[in-house]
Structure formats: C-alpha cells, structure tokens
C-alpha cells in the first residue's frame, strides 16, 4: 500500500478523523452500596436454592418436597415391595421407630410405667380414643386391663407424624399382637386432627371415658366391633387403607 | 485484563459448568426413564404412539399448535390447572419419554391438551357415570378406565355404546370415521360440567358432536368458532379437501351447519394429515397413575392395589 | 499485507504525520478492510428486520383476528410467528450484532482484516441458512423446539458459515496489537466462543443424539435462554461497553465493576432458562436453580447498570445530540427493566399469574428489541458513517426513527406486559371460563399490533436512510449528523 493511498482514505473519513480515542477504563473503586446489593442478591439466591431445592433429587419434581414421600416410593421402576408395603406393615416401622422405647417391640409396655398396647381397651375398641391419645397425648393416671399407670406420660404426635403416618400406625396396633381391630385411614386421622384442632393440652383419664369406648372416627367404616371369626394374626389386614372390612 | 489465557478458560469454564448443570447431570437423572409397569408386566404405562398419531406430532408440530397449547399440567398447589380438568395429577417426567419432539408448550391462548384424549367421550363410558364434580376426575375412574384397557381391549369393545369408536388408548388410531355415525348416547354426557375449561367449549350449538370426540375435533379444526364462539384459534381449512360427492357421501365427511354448510353435492372430508392430527390429540393421555406422583385428588377410593401414598 | 508490518506506531517511517493523524490513518486503514464485510451483515441485517417486521405483523394481527388469510398453509399464525421470531434472532440481530462486533474487533485489536471475502462468504452462508431456513418452516419443515425450529438442513448451512465467520474474528484476535484487552473484547470474544458451543450442544442433544422425553425441552430453553444471554446479551453489552465511552469520550467508569459484572454475567446468566418451565414436569432443583441464577443475575445487572450510568453521569445532556448516545443508552436502560423483569417473573410466587401469560413474550421483546436491537441501532449509526464516508443525509429521519422505534416498543411491552397479567390472573381462577382469560387479552393484543405498526414504520424509515447511505447519497460533511442543531456546546465534546 503505497502512500497516497492512505491520504486518499485520509481526506474522505472525516469521521474518522474526527473521532476520540479508543475507550479506556476507569479504576474506581467498589462502593459500598453495590456490595451490599451482592451481599443480598447471593443471601436471596441461596436461600432460594435451600429453600426449593428438592434435595437436589431427581424424582422429587415438587420443590417443597414433603419427606413422606420417602416412606414408600424408594426405588424408581422395578422396586415393587417397598412401594407395596401394606399399611400395617409401614406402621410397624413408624412403630418401631417412635413407639417402641416406651411400649416395647412386643406391645407389652413396662409394668408401672409404660401401658400395654396388646389387648388394651383403649386400642382394640373404637378407634376414636387410640387416634385422640396418639394426636394429642395423654397424662397419667391411667387404668389400663386393671394396671395402674400413675405417670404414664405419651406426647402428643400430631406435630410430629402426618396423617397417613398416625393412620399406619394406628392400623399396625391395631392388629398386630393379637389385636384384630379394623385399619385406620388417613382420612380418618385428618378429620380427627381437624376437629381437635382447637384442642389445647394433653388427655387425661376422664376425657377418654367420656368417649364411648366403640366410638369410631368419622369418615370410617360402621362396623368395627373385633370380629370373633376372622383370622388371629399374622394375615396382614387388607392391603389398602380405604378399604371395608369384610361384613360378618 | 492482560491475560488471554484465563479469558478464555473462564468463557469456556462457565459455559461447561452450566452445560453440565442443566442438560448433562439432569439427563443422568430423568433421561433414561423406562415405562413402568406392575408385577405381572401388564398395564405398561407410557406406551409408544401409534403411526398415525406420531405422523400427527408432526402435523402439529409443523402447524405451530405449540405455540398456543401446553401439554403439561402443573401441580395443584402451584396452579389451577388441575381445577379446570386438565388432569387428575401433575405431569411427570415420565409420561414424555416416548415423544420427541416433546413439546410441553410456553403459552396458553389455548387450553391444555395433556389429558385431551383422554376427555373424549369413548373413554367416559367405560367410567361410571360420575355425578360429583370433584370425584370426576378420581384415580378411581382413571384406573378404572385404563387397566382393563390395556389389559384386555376386547374388554373395551364389548362396552355397549361404541362398537367402531375410538380405541381405548392411545395406541390404537383413532378413527375418524366412527363418531360420523356416532351413537347419540355419547353426547349427552360429556365430561363434566361443572365450572372449568369444559364449559367454556359447551356453550355452543346443540347440534355439535360429543366434545373432544374426533368428529368434534375435525369440525373444531375445519372452523373453531362455528362450535365455539369464543374460540380465538385460527381455521385449519387447509387440512381438508372440498369435493364433489360422488356416489355416496363419504363417511369421514364433516358434518357442517349454519354459516359453514356447503352445498348440496359437496361435502368436505380431513386430508389424511388431519385424520393423523386428530388422532395425535386423542393419543394424548397423561391419566394413567404414575408410581412418583402423588395423586393430588385425595386418595380415599384408591385404585386397587396401586399407587396409593 | 500482514497487519502487523502497517507503520503506524513507528512514526519514524512517516515522519511527516503527528500521532493523533497517524492514529486516525490507522482506523481509517482498519475501516477499508473491514467495509465489504461489515456493509454486508449490515445490508442483510436490515433486509431481514423488514422482512421479520411485516411477518410480526401479520402474526400479531391474527393473534386477534384469527380468520384472517387463514386458509393457506404456510401463513397460518403457528408458521408466520416462529418464523417472525427466527428471522428477528437470525436474520437481524445476529447479522447486526455480527457485524458490529467484526467493526469492533477489528477497531480493538488495531488490526486490519486480511481476506475480507471469506468473512463476505461466510457471512452469505448465514444468510442462506436463514433463508433456508425461514423456507423450512413456512412449508411445515419446523423441528419443533424453540428458537431452533430451523430444520436441520438449514442448521447445517448456518454453522459452516458460522465457522468462517468465528475463525477470522478470533483470527483478527490473535493478531491484535496493544497489550490490554479492552472489556468490549470480553464479550465479544465470550460471545463468538459460546455461541458455538451451545448451538453444538443443542443440536446434538436433540437432533444427532435425542435426549428422551422433558430433557428435550430442558436442553431446548438452556439453548434458547443462552442465545438471548450469552450470544445477544454479550454482543450487546459489549458494543454499549464501546460505545457509551468512545461518543462521550471519558473512560468506562471503573475497571473492577467491569470485570464484576462480566465474570458474574458469564457464571449466573448461563445457569437460567429452566425457570421457563417452572412447575413443569421437571425435577424442582433444576427450575429452582435456574430462579436462583436469576435472582444472582441481579449482581451482574445492577454492576453494568452502575457502570454505564457513572460513565454517563454529567453528559446526559449529549442524548440531545448524538444518534448513537441516544439509541445506546435506551438500550442500556432497557436492560435494566429486561433484567426486572426477568427477576419478576422467574419467582415461583408470582409465576403462578405469569407463567404461559403474554408476560414471557414481553420479556423476549424487552431482551430482543428494546435492549439488543436498539444498541445495534446505536452502533450502526456510529459505524455507518465510517464504512461508506458520508453522514446521515436526515436529522428527522433518524429522530423519526428513534421515537418510533421507542413509543413502538415501549407500547408493546406495557400492551402484553398488562395484558399478560390479566390473562393470568383469569387463567389462575378456576371460576372462569378458560376462553374468558384469551378473551380479556384480546385488547391489548390489538394494541400491540399498534405497536408493530410503530416499529414497522420505525424499521422502513431507518432502511430508507440506510439505503441512502449504501448508495452514498448521504452528506459530505465534516460534521457529523447531530439531532438537533448544536449551539451551546463546543463542538468537539461532541463529535462522534
């Protein structure tokens, strides 16, 4: 490129020429202002990520995930038996998990401390007063099969379990040990919890007798008296929760 | 910045980072999904498409309907879809892993068609007659309408009121022809309705077929507002021919009323890229209880043995 | 001739030239070899936001009036609006941002662009691969996946050319004189980088090797969210970067907000997209950590948009004057609100009314036009000038230009942003018809199409003068085409 060339380009360009210099860069400093912005930006991204995050698990698609989800569904696919575990046998984990320091494995609870659960009235009658008790609790004294519990205290579970938790529970008791009553259902529970709702404290003796002791809860089933004829134990009860006892 | 080396690996860092976060570590977690089934290995749920209904993706795909419609359903807490019938349970990676493409949708100037096959009236009655508005969409139903489906479609046959209509499920193409001469029975129950996304549709002529049946889809495509007035989709006239009848009418011919009734001798019968459309819409079918979602409708009459938690 | 052997920074060879015309001779120098090419993006560019802003048009009138010219195949509205979408991504907005980033490459790096015909050639396969393209979803040939519905045929088109053109910038890099690399080359070497790599990876995650299922639509919206992210918001801030500083002629304000924002930029802003499909059939950590990129996608915004406004501040009174200033800091600002709203509608909270509302179109329009395409305006006012050697024949067509442009756009963000609420807001309640929330948009939507008649009398003014120009019919001044007449100011703090 010779010479002349360039001064042909030079006269025509005026804007070229006319131009400022290529941009530099400042160096001021961070104001404080702006780091306070980071600091809430990254205080809001976090606890948004903490918050929705599913455990960071690719099968819990909704972002509050509710840990009960666990109980059943652990495998995807092929995994049928935990995710068909019947309701009586969930309730015997949930069982042995929280119940079982006090009432012991077996349901037979510790003398003058703990009641029994296996053939106990207030078990293997109505399941009004069995969920009442496991919702909200109970403070000795307490008179179970001719024992007395002088300070027998339960803590209420309904802050603790969810409805289908307390139900499975409530079913596995229910009918394990020789106790042949009919299952519980969430449902049940639910509309229990909701009409206790208001309740404040924990039972006490006199509360519970003033229930019918073959009182059920809403929702259920009508006939729940323990049928003479069916199976003692073993034979899980039937496999879904909903559903009605066989009639005699 | 002086250095070019660390501008560069920082542009290809960040780029690789969010590659890995978003397409290559989900696709380890939801990309390689197979349909479930239950023990017996019967009741497979997804089922690939039918032919006809795979040729129809295509015909939606290329027409755009994407654009306005979503097949998705979101989660009862997060949106009202479920409240307007779209579904009985939110929609789970695993009702998609047959479609490609998979077209979930971003906007709604049209309803959501994740469950519209299902809404058709031929498989309404294999449910019972469900008065409550509520109960309407029960896993109950859903799995009473599926499993014997699936299992045994003779079954599905025998039902009294559709000998010819339209499949039980989605694999079957759905023939236009067979709502033609569709029993009345079917139009006078419809799926619910009660308030909701239905309604909306039946404000219409009394004449019109049983709503998301096939008939009413093709005449739905041939002239939206002649069915629904307030309709704001675009006619699809161009997926069907007008003809001279020759002989006897054709029995995929539209029946056609008030403004958009032709003339004696002619009749207008789908291209077979309508009929493979329409049978795309009825393969649409997200009913089927899937094992990781949580049945939004309260689980008080389950289906049996399954899915319940 | 190698760019490295041009005399210019060894004044002792020409001895006769000061520094400051010996600076000028080497833009001027730079500026002819880089004309064919850039002129070309340029002219296609232009060509294509014409043809993109009559099929908006059209598509944003059936939005409303469905019956209209409805029985031809390929003008039904779901083949003219992706069509529209993808000439405007494409067709205008990438041959722009392509060819301005060429122009300030080439400036940056102080290097003259050897065979400029190859970058021309390359710039002709993308424009075939558009046309191809646009052709491919007209007769039904669409794939399907947003912002990707170019068929592949089209696709394999776009990257050859793609590739001519991505060699010779980063060949112009490698050549570079001067040993800082200024911030507008940042973004646009990330931008010329990324764009390839997530082309690639989509297209290979979807066409060569499908993903099953939803992870089609995962991979799709990472896709779509980082080409208005990383490929158009690169181009775009990174030419503000310039242009901002060069017209006002003081410093970018500071260097560490600079490198703040593009590291943040970079890190944050290629995380999002999944937020697109909130509450969709997706696990929640995905969705969720796109909304979390989101909301850190604040820090990157709020630096840029301090450090644009501390370069400004004190020469707001220049918007009055300079063409470019004017289109640049509209965009600039418009960036903030894309950002808002970005934030906005990503949160689940208030996802639940905007999701699958008018709302996410309106975020695409901000990001697209208000903030993109009127940087792009800016840029090609300034850069005009000094390819074809003649300044803006009209004052009036460039205001004409700009104020349409503006009211255009700034309509149809509020038509479909109220719009979008309300259709929302219908859509989330159960007790109406589901036809009552498409009903009640159906004002708002005629009033956008006000808008794009706004924008399509905007965008045929701006390609009347640019043709002007091309032909060289524009002024043979020494002073360059100013709004209004200068009176007060000396004229050289404002020149540009």
Known sequence: MDYGDTEEVQQVHAAIQREKQEPRVGLEPLSIWLIAIYAIAIFCGGAYLGRFSGNFNGESLDPGSVPEKKVGAAGPGGSQQTAELSPADRGKKIFSANCATCHQANGLGVAGQYPPLVGSEYVINGSRRPAMIVLKGLEGPLTVKGSHFGTAVMQPWDKTLTDAKIADVLTYIRSDWGNNAAPVTAEQVAALRKELAGHPGSWHEADLQAVPADANLPGGEQSAEPKPGAPPQGSAPPSTPGAQPPKP | ?309 | MNPAEIPLKSPGSVTDLSAAEVESVERALIDASIRVPVLMFYASAIGWLLVGTLLGLFASFKMHSPDWISNVAFLTWGRLSPTYLNVMLYGWASNAGIGTAIWLMARLCRTTLRHPLVLAAGGGFWNFGVFLGVIGILIGDSTGYQWLEFPSYAAVVLLVGYSLVISWAVLMFRFRRGESIYITQWYLLGAFLWFPWIYLAAQAMLFIVPVQGVMQAAVNWWYANNLLFLWLGSLGLGTAYYMIPKVIGRPVYSYHLAAIGFWTYAFFASWTGMQRLIDGPFPAWMITASIAAMILCVIPFATVGLNHHMTMRGHFGLLRYSPTLRFTVFGAISYTAFAAVGVVISLRTFARYLHFSEVSEAYTQLGLYAFFSMIMFGAMYYIMPRLVGREWRYASLIKMHFWASAYGIGLMTLMLLAGGLVQGLNMDNPTLAFTESTQSVLPYLRGRTVAAVLLTVAHFVFAYHFVLMLLGLGRTASVPTFLNPVNREPEDSIAH
């Not at chain 2, 193409?173 to 067979?178: D, K």
């Open chain 2, 1 to 309: 910045m002086k250095g070019i080396t660390p501008l560069i690996l920082g542009i290809f860092g960040t780029v690789a980072f969010s590659w890995l976060g978003l397409a290559y570590v989900p696709n380890l977690q939801i990309g390689h999904l197979d349909p479930q089934s239950d023990e017996e290995g019967t009741d497979i749920y997804p089922m690939p498409k039918s032919g006809m209904a795979e040729r129809g993706r295509k015909v939606y795909v290329a027409n755009g309907c994407f654009y306005c419609h979503s097949e998705q359903v979101r989660a009862d807490y997060a949106a009202s879809d479920i409240d307007r019938k779209w579904g009985d349970r939110r929609s789970a990676p695993r009702d998609y892993i047959f479609d490609r493409p998979v077209e979930l949708g971003k906007m709604r100037m049209g309803p959501d068609l994740a469950n519209v096959g299902k809404r058709a009236p031929a498989d309404d009655q294999n449910a019972p007659p469900n008065a409550s508005p509520a109960a309407g969409a029960s896993p109950a139903t859903t799995g009473a309408t599926n499993a014997p489906a699936a299992a045994s479609p003779p079954a599905a046959t025998a039902s009294p009121a559709a000998p010819t209509a339209v499949a039980p499920t989605a694999q079957q193409s759905a023939s236009p022809a067979a709502p033609a001469g569709g029993s009345p029975t079917t139009a006078q129950q419809p799926i619910s309705p009660v308030a909701g996304a239905a309604t909306s549709l039946e404000g219409s002529r009394s004449d019109s077929p049983p709503i998301y049946s096939a008939a009413w889809h093709h005449r739905h495509l041939y002239s939206p507002r002649n069915l629904n007035i307030d309709s704001g989709m675009p006619a699809y006239k161009f997926l069907y021919d007008k003809r001279r009848v020759g002989g006897q009418a054709a029995e995929d011919a539209l029946t056609l009323t008030g403004d958009e009734a032709v003339g004696e001798g002619w009749e207008i019968v789908p291209s077979y890229d309508a009929k493979c459309l329409v049978a795309y819409l009825m393969s649409l079918d997200q009913s089927h209880a899937l094992k990781e979602v949580k049945s939004t409708t309260p689980p008080s009459p389950p289906a049996p043995g399954k899915s319940a938690k």
